[in-house]
């Protein structure tokens, strides 16, 4: 059984406007930092955003100010909201959850930012 469960990639125009979603199990949710992660051809997977259970967060400094991490405890699902999206952010984006001696990450989904 998947313990991330990720939608939301697509096509999007250069400025336009994307939202991610990462459902999680409970104990995960509950238990896990969780972030979002992307990758690109022939490059090392990047940490994107990231947010703790108390709902503290980081970003990378290429996405500050343009991505907002969020998580909604109802439905144990964590949130990336991208906007004025540029063709640099196209890549395959990835729910990742870890915790001391435990890591998950989720089937990656594809953005592509391209008019």
């Known amino acids: 059984q998947a313990q991330l469960v990720e939608s939301g990639g697509g096509l999007v125009q250069p400025g336009g406007s994307l939202r991610l979603s990462c459902a999680a199990s409970?104990?995960?949710?509950?238990?896990?930092?969780m972030g979002w992660y992307r990758q690109t051809p022939g490059k090392q997977r990047e940490l994107v955003a990231g947010i703790t259970i108390f709902g503290t967060t980081t970003y990378a400094d290429s996405v500050k100010g343009r991505f907002t991490i969020s998580r909604d405890t109802s439905k144990t699902t964590v949130y990336l909201q991208m906007s004025s999206l540029k063709p640099e952010d196209t890549a395959v984006y990835y729910c990742?959850?870890?915790?001391?001696?435990?890591?998950?990450w989720g089937q990656g989904t594809q953005v592509t930012v391209s008019s």
């Open positions: 990742n959850a870890w915790s001391v001696g435990q890591n998950y």
């Open positions: 409970r104990s995960i949710f509950d238990n896990y930092y």
